[in-house]
């Protein structure tokens, strides 16, 4: 292996041959090149679709209530359905260890001025938990906490826009803004990923925008995060449960798909990860289909290369070489060829997503990439199958005789 007879030997026959060299690696380039950049793009959109999901809390269930479209228990169809205080209790306590995170909200658009500044603003009446249900991060302060809402305190936070539009300078934490004619006093700043239109929401405790509200117990929307250790199919069956419940609790008939609404991101997760399956089965389909198509190029090309020196192999078999050092001068020249090849095939398809970078986003396709681990193995295996397609042409040559390898045209 370390002779360096035989590494001068191999340089000097590469030298001598360029385009053989040449077509010899081009199939294990190309085959690489094509299977890193089908993975990245693979992986592209495996990034798109998880940065969908994590805008707010993957394992979240959404009820929100309409209007009745079906008659149901004496009661008129066209019905406004609403829910309270209690249908949340209800809906959080029924199966509490199902339960991660939750927060009640009600939701109204007022007025907002600070000094020479206001605007209309979305005003979310929520608890503390929101934070981890919409995936906030807080820039500056703290959010709401249990003791704001007992005391049904006149605090606010708000997020990055709403700072941007109407506290131009200085810190807005501790600073006053005038909500429907009401005082609170600013004590935090949020981003949020759902971008500027959840950036121009203020939350506020939910017990005091209802009291702002005439006393009113109205829930617009009820957020709950189901537990984690729920499977994707428990999660389904849980969320499925909430909406019965909630449905007998407020006469909707069982059939009526508008009374009571409920999004379950547990549906739309088995989904993306059955589709995500599919999609990574495929790839890896395809792709090891162009690696298959670079082994068998390169198979068929070191039978040539062999056939082609079958005069020389009978030559150094007749002054004295051992069918060994034949076949391992052709299959470690065959490897040297095909890692050669394999790091160009590399170098250029990892390059290659370094230039799709984001450009591709509008096409649900983020930052595509291939992890080491995956390169590598494709990388070991086209060096094993570049030892194989070497080894089984030599050893058939070493087992010529000199003198058919000799009349050999």
């Known amino acids: 292996m370390f002779d360096l007879d035989r590494w001068q030997e191999i340089f000097s026959s ?4 360029v385009l053989r060299t040449v077509l010899s690696g081009f199939t294990v380039a190309l085959g690489l090149f094509i299977f890193i950049v089908l993975f990245g793009i693979g992986k592209g959109l495996q990034n798109a679709f998880t940065e969908g999901f994590a805008r707010d809390a993957q394992n979240l269930i959404t009820i929100v209530t309409g209007k009745t479209t079906i008659a149901y228990n004496g009661l008129q ?25 939750s927060t009640p909200r009600y939701t109204t658009n007022l007025l907002v001025k600070y000094g020479k500044e206001s605007g209309n603003y979305q005003i979310n009446g929520a608890e503390p938990e929101e934070q981890i249900i919409e ?15 007992e005391r049904k305190q006149n ?3 708000i997020g990055r826009m709403v700072q941007r539009d109407l506290i131009k300078n200085g810190s807005p934490v501790g600073k006053e803004l005038n909500i429907n004619g009401t005082m609170f006093k600013v004590v935090g700043v949020f ?10 929401h203020i939350t506020v405790p939910i017990s005091t925008l209802q009291q702002m509200k005439k006393g009113s117990d109205t829930v617009s929307t009820n957020f709950i995060a189901y537990n984690e250790n729920l499977s994707p199919e428990e999660a389904i069956k849980y969320g499925d449960q909430l909406k019965e419940r909630l449905k007998s609790r407020k006469n909707v008939a069982p059939d009526d798909e508008n009374g009571v609404r409920v999004w379950n991101n547990a549906k739309n997760m088995n989904d993306t990860f059955t ?23 390169i198979s068929n090309i070191m039978v040539y290369i062999v056939k082609e020196r079958t005069k020389e192999i009978g030559v150094r078999k007749a002054i004295g070489a051992k069918p060994g050092s034949i076949v391992a001068l052709i299959v470690q020249e065959s490897v040297v060829i095909t890692v050669i090849s394999g790091f160009v095939g590399v170098g250029i398809g990892v390059l290659t997503l370094n230039l799709i970078g ?23 295996a086209l060096i094993f199958s570049g030892l ?3 080894f089984v042409p030599a050893y058939r040559a070493s087992r010529i005789k000199p003198i058919e390898a000799l009349r050999t045209e």
């Not at 309270?84 to 260890?97: A, P």
């Not at 995936?135 to 809402?149: C, I, W």
């Not at 981003?191 to 121009?200: M, V």
């Not at 591709?360 to 193995?377: A, H």
């Open 14 to 17: 590469i030298r001598s041959n």
């Open 358 to 380: 984001d450009s591709l986003e509008e096409y649900f396709i983020k930052s595509p990439s291939v992890g080491l681990g995956t390169i590598f193995m494709a990388f070991i």
């Open 135 to 149: 995936n906030r991060k807080m820039l500056e302060g703290r959010y709401l906490s249990p003791t704001d809402m």
């Open 275 to 297: 589709f995500m399956a599919v999609l990574t089965a495929i790839v890896g389909f395809i792709g090891m289909g162009t690696l298959l198509a670079g082994i068998i190029g």
């Open 191 to 200: 981003s949020d990923d759902g971008g500027d239109w959840d950036e121009r």
């Open 77 to 101: 169809s066209d019905r406004q359905v609403t829910m309270n205080n209690d249908d949340y209790d209800f809906l959080v306590n029924v199966d509490k260890e199902k339960v991660g995170s």
């Open 388 to 390: 194989i397609a070497g």
């Open 155 to 157: 605090v606010a936070v």
